[in-house]
């Protein structure tokens, strides 16, 4: 499994969070489709997933400059997906701290 890599927690996926209370957003694998999304969370915080969204992200180029001149780079490309949860059902991604 572990198509999972982390939760967002983010001020903008919060908002939508308190708009839509069942809805949680999460950075997946790449090769990741949504019915193996779906069953990784149902399992890993025993939620009953109505629906799952993925969007996927191209990696920006950067540069910045130092001292020593002008370093340039990429980050990473990446796949996030907004998953809903059944009405009444919550997760919280605070109660391992």
């Known amino acids: 499994m572990a198509f999972i890599?982390?939760?967002?927690?983010?001020?903008?996926?919060?908002k939508?969070?308190?708009?839509?209370?069942?809805?949680?957003?999460?950075?997946?694998s790449p090769e990741a489709n949504?019915?193996?999304i779906k069953a990784e969370v149902e399992a890993r915080y025993?939620?009953?997933?109505?629906?799952?969204?993925?969007m996927k992200y191209s990696g920006k180029r950067s540069a910045r400059y130092t001292k020593a001149g002008l370093i340039k780079g990429q980050k990473n490309a990446f796949k996030k997906a907004i998953v809903t949860v059944k009405e009444g059902e919550e997760i919280d991604f605070y109660s391992n701290i």
């Open 46 to 54: 025993n939620v009953t997933v109505e629906d799952v969204n993925t």
């Open 5 to 14: 890599i982390k939760p967002v927690v983010t001020e903008k996926m919060t």
């Open 16 to 28: 939508i969070t308190e708009k839509k209370p069942n809805r949680y957003g999460f950075i997946v």
């Open 34 to 36: 949504k019915l193996q």
